[in-house]
């Protein structure tokens, strides 16, 4: 039997995983692009952009759709199990194919030629091992994945730092990724046969096929229009520009994606009590959202400032003058943070609502708004063209997200005013941090920021004590 406990301690454990493992990979990029170069950084951030965006051609749905029928139905999701299986190792087969047919034929003389070789066998290893997590997941257990996060993440630390003293090879370093997701493929494995009891085995319904692929479409649909949201920049600067452009815009990117932790930790708590007032409660529905709206918000400005303020000097001292490129368009991205962090809620909340259909078709407008902005700045403005592009996007998803929400629960503008002093109280915080940061450590400024805008915020009387322990809660309960 499930209970409240055993969610809350599924929860928990992965959300600390997942805020550790994070935390981790960006400090493992950190050093790789220190050790790489731009060029290098370039080449392997590439070729793990390239294989992931076509990573969910080996999934189209299916593992949500097995989460979802093993809950539902522990034995019947043995059957379940076993077709998604055997579909997987098809879809695995043919995406690879297209995979190293479209890298020959692309990259047939590039140096990214070999290392998305190896990337597709990565992502190969990873699609199998997030169906066998699936299956666990559906089982409410979250434990084993959060172990299996931390090995990874554990392997790809030792490893990569033990071979970053004696190479310099993306190759070489590529492989970390493959050993640490070949360890995590098989840890996943050993637990699905010794504490699950699953036998492996092949299996063939045509009827039950075509209810699956009906079901997984448009989980297919939102995956595949997030996928090349998230990685087209990253192909078209390739195309038009090569390695080096590729290297200084993914120290953006990182620095930028890297903080979408807080937002997962937030929402975690929020999407199931959308989803109960929602049935239960319009008015709380309604106070629910507007806090989280606020509440990101107040979490997401000064974040954005005091990123932008001190681009310089975290791009100069953690990745090294050399990526001094990196330092517009981190600012340009950054600027998208606030607009990213508030899509979170705005997503949970038309999911919770019943509006997934919604969710896919703003996905998709962006996406394809996105492919069209990258090929009309990257050409004219370069890097920082992407990083517009980008924010642009965000923007856009942001407002459209936005709209469809109002349409189902109607709120007075004045409920967002606190969001023009929190506003306020960012732009003051920006402006102490610039000034000092010439005088003290400029990573003690962080902290003095930090400590402003805090001090701000409660002066101007937008937050309050029981608010800074809303927040906390909100965290604590998720992570």
Do not use: C
Request: net charge positive; proline share 2%; hydrophobic share 55%.
């Amino acid at each position: 039997m499930v209970t409240a406990q055993k969610i809350t301690a599924n929860t928990s454990s992965f959300m600390v995983a997942l805020v550790l493992q994070k935390l981790l990979s960006f400090v493992y990029f950190t050093l790789l692009a220190r050790t790489l170069g731009v060029e290098g950084t370039g080449q392997y951030f590439f070729a793990v952009s390239f294989a992931t965006m076509f990573s969910v051609l080996m999934d189209i749905g299916l593992t949500p759709v097995l989460i979802r029928e093993v809950a539902k139905d522990e034995v019947g999701g043995l059957k379940w199990f076993h077709q998604i299986f055997s579909l997987k190792i098809l879809t695995v087969f043919v995406t690879a194919l297209l995979l190293l047919l479209l890298d020959s034929l692309i990259f047939w003389s590039d140096a990214v030629r070999n290392l998305i070789y190896l990337t597709t066998a990565i992502v190969a290893i990873d699609s199998f091992t997030l169906l066998f997590y699936g299956y666990i997941r559906g089982r409410q257990s979250l434990r084993y994945e959060a172990w299996g996060t931390i090995i990874f993440q554990l392997v790809v630390m030792i490893m990569g730092l033990s071979l970053m003293q004696v190479s310099d090879s993306v190759f070489i370093l590529l492989t970390v990724l493959f050993t640490a997701s070949l360890f995590n493929l098989i840890f996943s494995f050993i637990i699905l046969k010794k504490k699950f009891k699953l036998n492996f085995k092949f299996y063939y319904d045509r009827n039950f096929v075509k209810k699956i692929v009906a079901i997984t479409l448009p989980f297919a649909m939102a995956a595949i229009f997030a996928k090349v949201y998230a990685y087209m920049d990253t192909f078209l600067l390739k195309m038009f520009l090569g390695d080096e452009p590729v290297g200084f815009y993914s120290i953006a990117y990182k620095v930028t994606f890297s903080l979408q932790f807080i937002p997962l930790a937030f929402v975690a708590a929020l999407y199931p009590a959308f989803a109960s007032y929602f049935k239960d409660n319009y008015e709380l529905l309604k106070q629910t959202f507007v806090r989280a709206f606020n509440y990101l918000s107040f979490i997401a400005l000064p974040i954005t400032f005091g990123i932008i303020a001190l681009a310089p000097e975290i791009v100069d001292k953690l990745y090294t003058r050399e990526f001094s490129y990196s330092i517009l368009p981190l600012q340009v991205l950054i600027a998208s943070i606030p607009f990213l962090f508030v899509n979170f809620s705005l997503s949970s909340f038309l999911n919770a609502t019943n509006r997934q259909s919604t969710n896919t078709r703003n996905l998709g407008i962006v996406m394809a708004l996105n492919i069209i902005l990258n090929l009309i700045f990257i050409p004219r403005l370069g890097i920082w063209g992407a990083s517009l592009a980008s924010s642009l996007s965000t923007l856009l998803l942001f407002g459209l997200n936005l709209w469809a929400v109002l349409r189902i629960i109607k709120v007075s503008f004045k409920l967002f005013l606190p969001l023009f002093l929190s506003l306020l109280a960012s732009l003051l915080m920006y402006v102490l941090v610039l000034y000092l940061k010439g005088m003290i450590l400029w990573y003690l400024s962080i902290v003095v920021g930090a400590i402003i805008y805090i001090l701000l915020m409660m002066l101007l009387r937008v937050i309050k004590k029981q608010d800074l322990l809303y927040i906390f809660k909100s965290f604590n309960k998720s992570s």
